[in-house]
């Protein structure tokens, strides 16, 4: 999942057009370590618990910011709980803790940009998951592309994923997915902000009533500072009106994101 924040900075006011700017953009030249928890609850198959290590790494070469991202989920799952991070789970008898599939998306993004910024490149899937429960069992790549814009109350933008398998277990079943996710920020006073940031995802190849999951919901959050170091703190809650029965119905999360502005 993209990690996102806006803020009026603290009240000391150093750098806060800048790192407001930065921060709001997914795809800019600050490195970020984003420590996402997410608490779905409502699945047919139990409830699940899964931390997101979300590392950011730009680097910038020449006219072209290069975006490397990362999510690493650890997951404790009651039993095979769908979601964006493992799109087809393998039943089980019982619980399941440990690693799942790691994510690593690139980015390339032009450094000059005018109203609209962007960033397009390759995603990979990794087949990492330490138990059946808690990945797809297979190796599955695609593209990925974000768009965004910053007016002055904030940020708005979408980003979008599709992925296909095309390594790993042969009796599991293929990776075909699609996932979109649009989010809106508005900034409020003295680092306070509203979010939304909704993660709808599609398994092409499941029937037609278990092919989407689509959330709605938001949150709010604040930038402030702990000694010298800058964090981004969100809170957010997001409820499936459609979704497949291994999915759940509720998810509520919460970021605690490091910052390192350059």
């Given amino acids: 999942t993209m990690l996102l924040a806006i ?18 953009n997914p795809i800019s030249s600050m490195i970020s370590l984003p420590f ?11 409830d699940a618990t899964i931390l997101n290590i979300q590392p950011v790494i730009p680097v910038t070469v020449g006219d ?8 690493i989920p650890f997951a404790h799952v009651d039993g095979a709980i769908q979601g964006p991070n493992n799109p087809s789970p393998e039943p089980g008898n019982g619980s399941a803790s440990g690693l799942g599939d790691i994510n690593y998306s690139l980015f390339f993004s032009p450094v000059k940009y005018d ?20 990945g797809s069992g ?4 695609g593209l990925t592309g974000v768009a965004l814009t910053q007016p002055k109350w904030g940020t708005m ?8 398998s095309f390594a790993g277990d042969s009796d599991r079943e293929d990776v075909n997915q699609f996932l979109l996710e649009p989010f809106l920020n508005y900034n409020l006073d003295n680092g306070w902000f509203l979010i939304t940031d909704m993660i709808i995802t599609a398994n092409w190849d499941a029937p037609s009533s278990q092919r ?40 509520v999360a919460f970021t605690f994101q490091f910052l390192f502005p350059k």
């Fill in 157 to 164: 933008g979408v980003l979008g994923r599709q992925l296909w």
């Fill in 7 to 24: 803020n009026a900075w603290s009240e000391d006011g150093a750098d806060g057009g800048d790192l407001r700017s930065a921060v709001q």
């Fill in 138 to 141: 297979k190796w599955s790549a």
């Fill in 212 to 251: 989407w999951t689509i959330p709605v919901g938001g949150g709010v959050g604040k930038i402030f500072k702990i000694g010298n170091q800058a964090i981004n703190s969100r809170l957010e809650a997001y409820y499936n009106v459609e979704s497949p029965d291994a999915a759940p119905d509720w998810t």
């Fill in 115 to 134: 109203k609209v910024i962007w960033g397009a490149g390759p995603s990979l899937n990794m087949n990492t998951a330490t138990d059946d429960q808690l």
């Fill in 64 to 71: 072209w910011n290069l975006v490397n991202r990362a999510i």
């Fill in 36 to 46: 996402k928890l997410n608490l779905d609850y409502g699945a047919d198959n139990g």
